[in-house]
T-cell receptor, first 110, second 118 residues
């Protein structure tokens, strides 16, 4: 049981490039979320999903897309990277009353 | 919308002493969950303790306990017998019970950096 896995662990992008952050969970949870953490701050919600085929926006969705074709996977796409998207990204999957976080991806946009 | 405030950006404590981290929140919900997460330098988010708002009894997990004051919307974390391994960022977080449309997302405070000194 691997829990929540994220790839890559580190990534450097140039402004304007696109990429996909991968997230997978093996706990059969319906709920999954993406958060970003900027230096010295708490996590902020980007997008979330309440089940396969269902996604919605969180607090800071601009510049990101998500999809949920399977229960296990919830990728986050950066359409055209900007320096303001430099951050640490966490994926989480959850039961009704507890969230399980992945190890995070540190993204730098130059 | 919910807000969570941690008013202590940094704190320090001597090893083996007790320290209390503060958290206040604002919500119109009557039922919800509150959490404390620990984030060491590895950046992994580690659940420390959870409190359900409808439970009057304060949660306890070994050296960690909370003081939950629902009317005051306060949720402080007490760490007893502090250890060097407790050095980390600590985040308070709020979660509404999930529903099929809105999921169960967390709202985080800004964090408190705790340093345990030998």
């Amino acid at each position: 049981n691997a829990g929540v896995t994220q790839t890559p662990k580190f990534q450097v992008l140039k402004t304007g490039q696109s990429m996909t952050l991968q997230c997978a969970q093996d706990m059969n949870h319906e709920y999954m979320s993406w958060y970003r953490q900027d230096p010295g701050m708490g996590l902020r919600l980007i997008h979330y999903s309440v089940g396969a085929g269902i996604t919605d926006q969180g607090e800071v969705p601009n510049g990101y897309n998500v999809s949920r074709s399977t229960t296990e996977d919830f990728p986050l796409r950066l359409l055209s990277a900007a320096p303001s998207q430099t951050s640490v990204y966490f994926c989480a999957s959850s039961t009704r009353d507890e969230q399980y976080f992945g190890p995070g991806t540190r993204l730098t946009v130059t | 919308a919910q807000t969570v405030t941690q008013s202590q950006p940094e704190m320090s404590v001597q090893e083996a002493e007790t320290v209390t981290l503060s958290c206040t929140y604002d919500t119109s919900e009557s039922n919800y969950y509150l959490f404390w997460y620990k984030q060491p330098p590895s950046r992994q988010m580690i659940l420390v303790i959870r409190q359900e708002a409808y439970k009057q009894q304060n949660a306890t997990e070994n050296r960690f306990s909370v003081n939950f004051q629902k009317a005051a919307k306060s949720f402080s974390l007490k760490i007893s017998d502090s250890q060097l391994g407790d050095t980390a960022m600590y985040f308070c977080a709020f979660m509404k019970p999930p529903n099929n449309n809105a999921g169960n997302m967390l709202t985080f405070g800004g964090g408190t950096r705790l340093m345990v000194k030998p």
